[in-house]
């Protein structure tokens, strides 16, 4: 069983920085995958940014230049700088992650719990 944690929400202003956390644990073999998405009141959840093993990240187009994706491959651990942010960033954010559990086999999805980011006008 792998367990994800998010970390880091919180209220900020507009224009102002935060950077949530997500560490994985549990029986890793490898991490193929990792994403954030996130889920504002009302909304669907969809996908904010994405980084593979090797490092390769992909954004929505209204964080893109904002927000910034990383990984810490030591830790188990994904991070989401957030930076110049909206009111309309704020949302409840979710990582997720694709984990292959042994050598052999397909790939397990994993979800965190949500952490919830405000951003105040």
């Known amino acids: 069983q792998v367990q994800l944690v998010e970390s880091g929400g919180g209220l900020v202003q507009a224009g102002g920085s935060l950077r949530l956390s997500c560490a994985a644990s549990?029986?890793?073999?490898?991490?193929?995958?990792l994403f954030w998405h996130r889920q504002a009141p009302g909304k669907q959840r969809y996908l904010v940014a994405a980084?593979?093993?090797?490092?390769?990240?992909n954004y929505v187009d209204s964080v893109k230049g904002r927000f910034a994706i990383s990984k810490d491959d030591a830790k188990n651990t994904v991070y989401l700088q957030k930076n110049s942010q909206k009111p309309e960033d704020t949302a409840v954010y979710f990582c997720?992650?694709?984990?292959?559990?042994?050598?052999?086999?397909?790939?397990?999805?994993?979800w965190g719990q949500g952490t919830q980011d405000t951003v105040s006008s």
């Open positions: 980084i593979t093993s090797g490092g390769n990240t």
């Open positions: 997720n992650a694709d984990v292959a559990l042994g050598l052999m086999g397909d790939d397990e999805e994993y």
């Open positions: 549990g029986s890793i073999f490898s991490i193929t995958a």
